[in-house]
């Protein structure tokens, strides 16, 4: 008596409805607690599952059809209100469980702080991990006026848990000279402004190895992407985002994760951020799921 | 693995995850196919539920809680797009199989077209049943250039159907010559352009009897929900839509399903609308559900 | 091979094509110019008339169809930018001339210094004349920051033009203190606050007499016309309007002319503030229209 | 070299520039981070300032120019954000040196929270406090979700101040069972859904008596104020707003200071909300200061 | 007594008044009744003209004055709402007409089943033609869920006309992969993802030919055109799409028509879809019509 | 007790409160009464001002931060409404000021004709200037419709004042013929479409010169900056600006002064325009202001 549930969008388009047969599990962090500007991204996991309605299930990108990937979506995994630090515990947790199950976590956010749990539980499985990192922000604070938990520093983090010469930052045009500084000498690849042709430099270094992707949608353009708190001009078509999508692809690299943060659908009368954004999930889950 | 739906807004709050247990059933139906004027009435059940995400559990309209209503959210009817005839069919096959559950159907639109394989449904277990009809449109024409099955027909069909003594009509200011004529000659009865005075002076008639409740949205003024294909001026207030539904409630009529139509998001960008709506099947749920 | 014009809404719905048989004449005045604080009201006579294509043509409020009236949708005058002087006395002239043909020039808006020339080619036909005026603002400034011709000026320069004790203001809510006291003592009459109980209180004492009404949407709650240059909280409904457009037309008083002026789409993305004003203009037509 | 602040909005138009000659001081406190739904309101004060603007300086409603008023306008107090309790000290602070200096104090929210500190402050110097609140919640949890510094608290914790008899809510129509028990047991006065006619029922009672007075914009029905986070349809018109602050402008209540919260202008494309708010705090200075 | 209906944007900018005197003719197609996702380009026609208005009359990239070419603006068919069999046939005897008369068609969608009828009235005038098709997607669908007459098939149907040989279709990035398998191996030409380039590339090889064109508004980025039904990133800029309309009117083929279609006003709140299509317009009309 | 002004928006992030002390100027000028099309920029400077609250204060394009340049914000000029001639006269003399005083003018808009009485204020002190223009409007016609003194005008002007061999325009994709001609004829530079290429071209041969920037936000795409009043397709990016900003900056060029104008925020509900804009200014303060 239950109805189909990506009809209308209560899950990504093409979801196998089994958890246990599925390969890579979609999962939502309704989470936006942190954020010092714009508000609103707790609710970008709904609105790109709900446009995922209006995709193609075939990509010919990658030339491959939805139904070549064996992917369950979870839902949103229920964060208590203001939180911030029990929200990030129970993400970890479950990233955890999926990694014990042999499933291939994809994350929607929220917030990028979100990252940081995920991280940890990745890094618990695959010690030798490296992490590609798509952004307009460094996110490499230390803290934010104090807070430790802020979603300025997730990338400081994962330098702190894998190495700063295991992290790759691409795109990057906002951030604190200390954090500029930081990206020069600790050893850590920052690319600043571009994405692609840079990416596509250093993916053959990564051959062989375990990478986690981490994209933040304010990467591209607040042209391609105004739904999102912190937009900032001069950043990359989703044109190039889709080429970046693709080179990680057809490389060398072994992904073992991936999440897409900070959608704020708040911002954008016209959809087209989470449009993008579904877009996005179906490549990754073409291209990256093996 | 699966997280709770009623988080982030896929099932409307307070939902009982079982079919079998709850006493009513919640169901959408995204059609808008027959719409002349503004479409988009196809999401308006996804974003009912999204906005019951701000609800408080208790009415202090009806002093109780949604703990004391067993309901459960059927989620989305997965109607074949543009084809009107099946999907009536679909919505009628279903209601019959919830009234032969025992289940108190109550449904969310999408156009108000679809209230009529309700009716056909209800009335097959209920000859003897009433109507009470909330909407700005008569609705009672016979065919839409040239087609039986548009939204500006329902109503008509109705009266064929159980006899227009049986049906009442409030808040109605909009239609042609012919559906007044209709109204004035045929027996039925119409209140226009106000509900709550006509309807608490009608129901001690109605006491005892089977009714069955259909709620246009538009009924409303454009002040109070924006958010509606056929928005027209010099409607009623959401506060005497509120005080309608209470009358309802604490009379003595039984009140035996329901549906409330015709939301379309895309016009209400205040989302005030949804917000209103989700208020209204709350106190549905709350007043009419026993 | 040109395709009719009320398709896609280029004119009024249900408009004679001919100047010639027709009764009334519905015509726009795109200026904005003389607007101090949000402009935009330039664009309202085209979506007043795309919005009528919502409208049903028959209303229930006066059991009449449009076909029962005769009138000719002219388009807009094309008003030079910028130049107010100018842009006046073309409205002038071209009032003047319908007059001459028997026309009831019925005038969308733009701004309301536009009734000032409209005042005098009424004047000149019809010495006797009433002028009735439903507006938030009382707009009897002598002069706005030393322009006399500002949109806040129309009904002092009526009120030297026809006599103030010849001019009937209502729903006035706001205004300097001199213009309040200018119609306290100089023998006008003005209802603060409310428009249709008064109005139907002054009527019969206006009984036989020639009337020109103007009527600016502001008059309406926000909550009704947010689309309006200088928004005003506290106004009517347009449950209310409706009414006393209603009460004018089962009035003994010789409507002689009307506008509707200050819509200003832009404010308003819901439209809902042209589907009411479209609503208002079939109401003129088919109550005032004799 | 510094152009008039007023100018463009910087500060409530009339406004003295000279703190020490003022009478009153308009504050803002752009804290939202408490807030549960829809975040937002932190922009609330600066477009208030914004939208007033477009006022009339002289009142109809109470006959009174704006240089009648000697005030202030202090700007926003610079809140550190995401630390609730370092805030709510802030606005304590302030609020006391305000009341030292022999200020009216008039703040401009934010969230409803804020006027926890603002109560503790008053109500050192005025121990005989009254508090005439105007809200569409009852803001009478004692803690949420485990959280005692919540935006659904602060009448609760006045009841607690200053004893619950001297709490007058007016509005109520949302909230927890919890919250109606409490109201009904505690001794305090509520009224639901109304304002005007049984505020003007009490205002005798409390003749003689300090009041302050806090309003929730959401007191309003969302047509009248879409622009607030937690909107709650049945609520009352701007029109009946006016004229309960005319009530107590005419009663002979002693009003010691007053707030108007949680206008949060990202969900209103029309403006109107911050548009009604500026008429309220107009009106609330020519009535209440004295 | 009429105005000028260039005016307030009734007719494209300096269209001639006679449809006899001109040599292009544009005409609109307001139809969207077979759209899946998200419909509204039934307003498209209107509001391209109403943008028209905010043109420059000279195009420095052809360095041209629109007062070089004449053409007439027809307005829009009438198409019977919800049928799409009826409608397409009323577009095929229009343009049928159109070419009797020796006119240049220039259609305004309306979606992009309106080409198909355009096609079969070309070809029965021109025998030989190629077709150039500029879109996001690949149209080649047989049916779209049972139902041949879809938005999906108008280049399918086009092969099957005028053989896939001179069918050449650029910047398609979405389809299912049946369709870009057919686009392989039918003998059609398809450029993916790109489109002034390739179009460059072929240009030559079409000299002397025969061509129409036509335009999905889609072919570019949503950060370029948002207002349309069925956005997907990735997209050309729109300097891309104007370097492509000046490749074709350098070229050596003879444009023989062209309809831009897809322009759904409803979702761009901006306004820059249809400012961008009339920038097109002007265009084609300048670089095309010889 | 006044707070901080630059929390909450009030003035650019981190000028200086003195004025003395500061080497640079920002000054808004909220004038628009000359717009033809689409008015509303005169609330421009306030939504940048607002912006600049979400900038981060280092910039990784400049390697410099903004507490290395002293600035102060001065406000609005009080312009006076509808009266063009003294707006400019009073920006005139303002500038002169600032000039006597040591500053460098950072001027913020408005429409476009405000640049040229800053224009002539500068000539006065710096006669062998130079003048680098980035629009998308040519602006070289002598007046419009007769009108001298209109937002179309300010480069002919410049180009009398200073003679065209020192006007250096770039990016311009719209006017009249003549307007081309007499870029062409006059000895002036123009770049039509583009301007990062050109204008490194250009830059060696101004070595040494005096030289004040204007730029005018259409510059950019519409996709890059919709809120703007006459917004032309076929623009720039955002990126394409800053990489001309920091083209100037790295340049031997002496920058005397600059203006960014006609942001004109109502056409923009996602404020990226804004964003993009306080940006645009935070890199001209760091790389310009010496």
Chains 1, 2, 3, 4, 5, 6 share one sequence.
Request: aromatic share 10%; glycine share 8%; hydrophobic share 40%.
């Amino acid at each position: 008596m239950r109805f189909d549930e990506a009809y209308s969008g209560k899950v990504f388009i093409m979801s196998n409805p089994s958890y246990e047969e599925s390969k890579a599990v979609i999962y939502g962090m309704p989470m936006d607690w942190t954020v010092s500007f714009r508000p609103g991204s707790r609710f970008g996991p709904a609105r790109i599952r709900e446009a995922s309605l209006g995709l193609e299930e075939y990509s010919p990108y990658m030339d491959k059809h939805l139904e070549e990937v064996n992917y369950f979506d979870a839902g949103d995994i229920p964060l208590p209100f203001g939180n911030a630090a029990r929200s990030l515990d129970m993400v970890e947790e479950y990233v955890d469980k999926l990694l014990a199950d042999g499933k291939f976590p994809l994350g929607l956010g929220g917030e990028h702080l979100l990252s940081w749990p995920i991280f940890k539980a990745m890094y618990r499985k695959y010690p030798d991990m490296a992490i590609i990192h798509m952004d307009a922000h460094a996110d490499l604070r230390e803290q934010y006026e104090g807070e430790p938990l802020s979603h300025s520093t997730p990338i400081r983090k994962a330098c702190g848990l894998i190495g700063p010469e295991n992290v790759y930052s691409f795109g990057i045009r906002s951030g604190m000279r200390e954090e500029f500084q930081y990206a020069k000498e600790s050893g850590m690849h920052m690319s600043k402004f571009e994405v692609a042709r840079p990416l596509k430099e250093i993916l053959p270094s990564l051959a062989g190895r375990n990478v986690y992707v981490t994209i933040d949608i304010d990467v591209l353009d607040p042209a391609h992407a105004p739904g999102t708190g912190t937009a900032e001009a001069g950043g990359i078509t989703s044109k190039e985002l889709l080429e970046a999508i693709g080179a990680i692809a057809k490389s060398d690299v072994n992904v073992i994760g991936a999440d897409l943060v900070e959608v704020a659908p708040a911002y954008d009368p016209t959809e087209q951020t989470q449009i993008a954004a579904s877009k996005f999930i179906r490549e990754m889950l073409l291209g990256w799921v093996k």
